[in-house]
Nanobody, 115 residues
């Protein structure tokens, strides 16, 4: 199983990015997927979750109304649309199941938001 995250970059505050997580080795349909982020010196934390059974989405308070998690089962890919980005969103973003499987962590994709 492999996760390959992409779509990160450097943007100014207020900008947008769309992250993608291409999954290989398993079918994403039957799993709950999530995006996590980690800043230097801090623990990796959950940002958003998409439940497989009903596509119910959960977001941490700080990203509610700005981020949207979706998936494309046909492409076996999970997305995170990030709008109105803030400097505090700067981090490396990862996708994984929820709860995460330690064997599935990819390299992540770096998001840097300048003020």
């Amino acid at each position: 199983v492999q996760m390959v995250e992409s779509g990160g970059g450097m943007v100014q505050a207020g900008g947008s990015l769309r992250l993608s997580c291409s999954v290989s080795g398993l079918t994403i349909w039957y799993f709950t997927w999530a995006w996590y982020r980690q800043s230097p010196g801090k623990e990796r934390t959950l940002v958003a979750r998409l439940r497989w059974m009903d596509n119910d989405a959960f977001y941490i308070d700080s990203v509610k109304g700005r981020f949207t998690i979706t998936k494309d089962n046909a492409k076996n890919t999970i997305y995170l649309q990030m709008n109105s980005l803030k400097p505090e969103d700067t981090a490396t973003y990862f996708c994984n199941e929820d709860p995460p499987d330690d064997d599935y962590w990819g390299q992540g994709t770096q998001v840097t938001v300048s003020s």
